[in-house]
């Protein structure tokens, strides 16, 4: 077993903070931190017993960089060509052996000071300004890397050499999507492009309305079967044609309502899943929909609210509402077949599925594995140290037979389960 411990952020300031805890011998499962916190949150921190069916392990941790510290944030890691791809949102991104964390190569996008006689120096100092790294995918040998600051880039996905970048105008804060030699950008602004992967030529852009409100955060768009997939902040799923982004049709999947503009969000936040010839999308103010890709006739709609994203595992549909309350629902007919509610208002994670288990993060480093057919939690991980600042804030994603989890201060862990 290889252990990469390496440069782990915190990773010091936790053994002291834990070791200060064992010697003022804090009754039951209290610590340092629970006494600037108040009954209801307490009631939230404090984690149930379960009976555990067996104990995950940490094969191997990877400190990529600052991770995306406090911000509101989707940049996960993707695994592609025998390599794990992950970024932070200052500007770092890394391609690493998926068995050990070794890293292959690393290319960042913060940008220096150049002017004054003393910035040369300063910068062997400084990490540079932000590039607010918004999501990374990778397709067709690239590497392709959108930010908050409109700037899009391919690179090497072998080597990590940039091949060629470009500016949109508008925040990308979802990976991109591409299919059929066409990179398709989802930007805040509520406009859609698409590029040629290989040169970065911009071939169509598409316009889209956006409400006077919206949630901090955009559809992440799929391409498959020459079209593009998106959710669109005014509660509609839509469909634009890869080859000149004409929309092809759009479906309204919830409507405004409520006298406040706040009361009256309807964002399509997530990445809709397309399975078989059905579309899965949920919106934050509560409705989650099938709908036919051919014609956008919605099949069925249920209530639940969610921005987090949608997994499906054969009949299965796996839920995370707002409040944290995992679901498991029949795709075919939107029955709901059960409920975990005992990790409620811990900002958990979207569920990805792994064999016979979702697995859940949560804002405290802790993973969750949930039983598919029972809904019942049967182990869980502490990879985070029980600090919010090492907090799991995107799924984790499945990577030859391993759980790989990124925390909010940039270390990538890599999990197995005996």
Request: proline share 4%; net charge negative; with cysteine.
């Amino acid at each position: 077993m290889f252990h990469n411990t390496c440069g782990r952020k915190g990773r010091f300031a936790r053994t002291i903070s834990m070791a200060l805890a064992v010697s003022i011998t804090l009754s039951g499962c209290s610590t340092v931190s629970d006494w600037f916190a108040d009954e209801e949150e307490l009631e939230i921190r404090r984690l149930k017993p379960i009976e555990a069916k067996f104990s995950p392990m940490v094969e191997w941790e990877r400190d990529i960089g600052d991770g995306v510290n406090h911000y509101f944030s989707r940049l996960k890691p993707v695994y592609a060509y025998d390599k794990l791809y992950a970024a932070d949102r200052h500007g770092n991104v890394v391609a690493m052996e998926p068995e050990t964390g070794n890293v292959v190569w690393e290319k960042n996008f913060a940008t220096f000071r150049t002017e004054g006689m003393l910035s040369s120096v300063s910068n062997l100092w400084s990490s540079g300004e932000s590039a607010r790294i918004g999501g990374i995918f990778v397709a067709d040998r690239h590497v392709f890397v959108g930010t908050e600051n409109g700037y899009v880039a391919a690179l090497d996905a072998e080597s990590g050499e940039l091949v060629w970048d470009a500016t949109v105008p508008g925040e990308v804060l979802a990976a991109p999507a591409a299919d059929d030699g066409i990179l398709v950008v989802n930007t805040g602004a509520g406009s859609l492009f698409g590029f040629n992967t290989r040169t970065g030529e911009q071939l169509w852009r598409h316009e889209g309305d956006t409400p006077p409100l919206t949630l901090r955060g955009i559809s992440g768009p799929i391409a498959s079967n020459g079209g593009v997939i998106v959710g669109a902040p005014t509660g509609k799923l839509q469909v634009n044609l890869i080859d000149t982004g004409v929309l092809a049709w759009e479906t309204v999947i919830s409507t405004p309502s409520g006298a406040t503009e706040l009361e009256r969000i309807v964002d399509i936040d997530t990445t809709p899943v397309l399975y078989g010839g059905t579309i899965y999308t949920v919106s934050y103010n509560g409705t989650l929909a099938a709908v036919e890709l051919r014609s956008g006739r919605v099949i069925w709609k249920r209530e639940y609210s969610s921005y987090r994203n949608l997994n499906i595992d054969g009949n299965q549909i796996f839920v995370v509402d707002n409040a944290s309350n995992v679901y498991a629902l029949d795709r075919r007919n939107g029955v709901e077949l059960w409920s975990q509610g005992t990790l409620k208002q811990r900002s958990l994670t979207a569920a990805t599925p792994v064999g016979e288990y979702v697995v859940v993060g949560d804002k405290w480093g802790f993973l969750h594995w949930i039983e598919k057919e029972s809904g019942e939690i049967v182990a869980r991980l502490d990879v985070g140290g029980d600090d919010e600042d090492d907090s799991i804030y995107v799924e984790p994603i499945v990577v030859e037979g391993a759980i790989v989890a990124i925390t909010r201060n940039g270390v990538v862990a890599s999990v197995k389960v005996p």
